[in-house]
Nanobody
Framework: QVQLVESGGGLVQPGGSLRLSCVASGSILSRNDMGWYRQVPGKQRELVAI???????TYVDSVKGRFTISRDNAKNTVYLQMNSLKPEDTAVYYC?????????WGQGTQVTVSS
């Protein structure tokens, strides 16, 4: 059974930084493109960033230049480095393969940006 476990969220002031981690079970990471997604209550979950098996990255416009997605296949881990955080980045952040597989969603990690 596939498991994706996110961690690293928390409360941070505007302009601050956080690094999220997503540990994947088995060999899911090495076999798939991976993505970070986020969801605000009452809104649809949105794609934030993608990293392909080859290491190419894509970002939603709102986070370009501030967020960096990376992967370490040896550690079965995908990261999201978030800098210059804004209040509108507040959300629950999830990782999943890209395109998503519904059954792979984990619990997510809460990121709150507030002064």
């Amino acid at each position: 059974q596939v498991q994706l476990v996110e961690s690293g969220g928390g409360l941070v002031q505007p302009g601050g930084s956080l690094r999220l981690s997503c540990v994947a079970s088995g060999s899911i990471l090495s076999r798939n493109d991976m993505g970070w997604y986020r969801q605000v209550p009452g809104k649809q979950r949105e794609l934030v960033a993608i990293i392909t098996r080859g290491g190419s990255t894509t970002y939603v416009d709102s986070v370009k230049g501030r967020f960096t997605i990376s992967r370490d296949n040896a550690k079965n881990t995908v990261y999201l480095q978030m800098n210059s955080l804004k209040p509108e980045d507040t959300a629950v952040y999830y990782c999943n393969v890209f395109p998503v597989v519904r059954n792979y969603w984990g619990q997510g990690t809460q990121v709150t940006v507030s002064s």
